[in-house]
């Protein structure tokens, strides 16, 4: 089976710097796929360059084999691509089901937000009951009508989803999803995101928090100084010399190493 997302040599440099260089990543329809990497290693340049805000100086991206490299982000999401944001970006003064109609927009003849005025009938029925249906799928369906604002960090979290899964992403982008959150949100965060496979969706997914990674992943691509420097499972990722290199420093590896055989 094709890959549902494929980059091809995908570079980006800004000034001298190459941020992300000459990259290749395959992420297998049905996947949890995970990018991680020191700081300033070009994650987010990688990931804005997955979901279209910004424009690679070379290299290829195809979606479900279609060549995305130079759509805009709105005609990706139509083709299937979603994202939720390190810093999160709910609409804080609609309520948590308003927020989940905007997100509608996309694929509505009726826009999400007309839904919400008064007379437009059976649209209005329709797009409020998928709404509803996210919001009890993320676990929010209490908070329905609650400013979005005043909803717990974790909540928001959760609310930002269900809002990317309104356009019914094919691939969802999540940037940083743990960040912020405490121990047992994060566990919370874990199971929901498992249960989106039982949708067809697929994750691709940046993350700090390792052990986070390591249990939610199937697949984990690994960028150092803007370079592919491993590929795999969590498990041999874990293993790879040159990833454990890549966090620890030189020195510390090799200590690291002799320790271990001693
Ligand atoms: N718009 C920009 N202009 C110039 N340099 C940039 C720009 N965006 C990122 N960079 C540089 O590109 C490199 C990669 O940055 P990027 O933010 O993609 O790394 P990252 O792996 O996401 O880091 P972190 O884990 O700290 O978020 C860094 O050296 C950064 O300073």
Request: aromatic share 4%.
């Amino acid at each position: 089976m094709s890959p549902l997302l494929s980059a091809r040599g995908l570079t980006m440099q800004f000034r001298g710097l190459l941020a992300v260089d000459g990259v290749d990543v395959d992420v297998a329809t049905g996947s949890v796929h995970g990018i991680i990497g020191p700081n300033g290693a070009g994650k987010t340049t990688l990931f804005n360059l997955v979901s279209g805000l910004l424009q690679p100086t070379s290299g290829t991206l195809t979606l479900e084999g279609r060549d995305v490299t130079a759509s805009p982000p709105y005609a990706r999401t139509r083709l299937g691509l979603a994202r939720t944001f390190q810093n999160i970006r709910v609409f804080s003064d609609m309520t948590a089901l308003e927020n989940v109609l905007t997100g509608m927009h996309t694929r509505l003849e009726t826009p999400g937000w007309k839904a919400l005025l008064p007379g437009s009938g059976a649209g209005e029925r329709a797009a409020k009951a998928q709404a509803m249906e996210l919001l009890e799928f993320v676990g929010l369906t209490d908070r329905a009508n609650v400013r979005s604002g005043s909803l717990a960090y974790g909540e928001q979290r959760r609310l930002e989803i269900a809002r990317a899964l309104a356009s019914r992403p094919r691939l969802l982008l999540l940037d940083e999803p743990a960040a912020g959150m405490n121990p047992a949100e994060t566990r919370e965060l874990a199971v929901l995101l498992r249960r989106l496979g039982e949708r067809d969706i697929s994750l691709l997914l940046v993350e700090h928090d390792m052990r986070f990674v390591m249990d939610l992943c199937d697949r984990i691509t690994v960028l150092n100084f803007g370079r592919k420097i491993a590929e795999g499972d969590p498990l041999s990722i874990r293993n790879d010399p040159q990833v454990i290199e890549a966090y620890l420093g030189k020195k510390v590896a090799e200590r690291l190493s002799r320790m271990l055989d001693a």
